[in-house]
């Protein structure tokens, strides 16, 4: 049976309807680091006191706030590897050259980071790379977190990003 490349999608800004452990600790860890500021300096989110959420942790950059915006994909956990087959860290994705089965990233990123608050979303996704052939997985249920942050405090311009997943 073909898998469609995204189903089953839901999608909220109220945290209270999130009930993933890991992703609601990742999301205390993220208010921990608010002070009096809406979101987060960059600086202040310290890798050696969240290890157990690291290998599925993403940090985005956006490097041009559009239209056209452009993310930079400056750091992806490990837990990501069997289904993109490689370390995508470094990969740039331009919004205007996104395939438009991709194109729903780029809304919630950019509404994200206008909104400055999180937003979390479950998907049912087709599933790539060769790992995940290997192990015959077809399609996985992912449930992700993404929170802006800011480099200098003026303005969202960063994502802090969690995502967890089970084969289905």
Known sequence: ????????????????????????????YWLSKTGDRPWPLRSSIEPTEIPRLLPYLFLIEVPQIGPPMRYRV???GTAFRPFF????????????????????????WREI?????PRWARIRQRVRGEQAERDGI?????????????????????????????PV
């Open 1 to 28: 049976m073909s898998v469609p490349l995204f189903d089953d999608i839901t999608s909220s800004w109220d945290m209270t309807g999130l009930d993933v452990p890991l992703l609601l600790e990742a999301y205390r």
């Open 74 to 76: 400056r750091l992806v």
């Open 85 to 108: 087959g490689t370390d995508i860290t470094g990969h740039e994705v331009r919004e205007e050259e996104v395939s438009p089965d991709r194109a729903q990233f780029c809304i919630d």
């Open 113 to 117: 980071l206008q909104r400055g608050t």
């Open 138 to 166: 077809a399609a996985a249920r992912f449930t992700g977190l993404v929170m802006p942050l800011s480099r200098d405090g003026t303005a969202a311009d960063m994502l802090l990003g969690a995502t967890v997943y089970d």
